[in-house]
């Protein structure tokens, strides 16, 4: 079945440094989704990736899907306090069922 | 529009006993999904539902059955609940599979002793 890895499990940053989450998926995929999750909270949707090479921007989030389509990052630029939390990658391929990877816990010393 | 609302909030179980987990939405969407989330871990689907009166396991179905019979409700049912199912249980929705993105709700917290 589909195997996902996301790397690094943890990252603590000094805030306004960049962060860097990585998704990498054994199968090639259909989309990929990236979600967020504040402490004691439920996870957000933040953004879909469909196309190869494809590269999205929310404010100092950038996000990019592999020519491959088989991996896919999530950078911030200059992290805030209100960065905090985990971010999980969700990819999608008709081979298989719903997953979500491990998630990349971000903690930052203000 | 309240989009996905879960009950209780907080439930202790002691093993053995059953409960329900309910979850309802607002969205009109035909997807909706359980998920269960332990300590520091990622998110394990348990069932999904296509629409109503369509429902699918997940990767972790044992030990829970659902059941959708409209669209709005999708609830979570555990029988002889065990110490291995205290976690976090969320439900979302979405309006597609393929494309668009998962809302969730705010979760239930279960502990089993």
């Not at chain 2, 209780?8 to 999904?33: A, E, V, W």
């Not at chain 2, 179905?61 to 659902?66: C, D, L």
């Not at chain 2, 669209?71 to 599979?97: I, K, M």
Request: hydrophobic letters at 30%; a positive charge; proline letters at 5%.
């Amino acid at each position: 079945g589909q195997q996902v890895m996301q790397i690094p499990q943890y990252q603590h940053v000094q805030e306004g440094e960049d962060f860097t989450t990585y998704c990498n998926s054994s199968t090639t995929l259909s989309n990929i989704q990236w979600y967020k999750q504040r402490p004691g909270g439920h996870p957000v949707f933040l953004i879909q990736l469909v196309k190869s090479g494809e590269v999205k921007k929310q404010k100092r989030l950038t996000f990019q899907f592999g020519e491959a389509k088989k991996n896919s990052s999530l950078h911030i630029t200059a992290t805030q306090t209100t960065d905090v939390g985990t971010y999980f990658c969700s990819p999608y391929s008709s081979a298989s069922k719903i997953i979500f990877g491990s998630g990349t816990r971000l903690s930052i010393r203000p | 529009n309240a989009g996905v609302t879960q009950t209780p909030k907080f439930r202790i179980l002691k093993i053995g006993q059953s409960m329900t987990l309910q979850c309802t939405q607002d969205m009109n969407h035909n997807y909706m999904y359980w998920y269960r989330q332990d300590p520091g871990m990622g998110l394990k689907l348990i069932y999904y539902s296509v629409g109503a009166g369509i429902t699918d396991k997940g990767e972790v179905p044992n030990g829970y059955n659902v059941s959708r019979s409209t669209t709005e409700d999708f609830p979570l049912r555990l029988e002889l609940a065990a110490p291995s199912q205290t976690s976090v249980y969320f439900c979302a929705t979405s309006p597609g599979q393929v494309f668009g993105g998962q809302f969730f709700g705010p979760g239930t917290r279960l502990t089993v002793l």
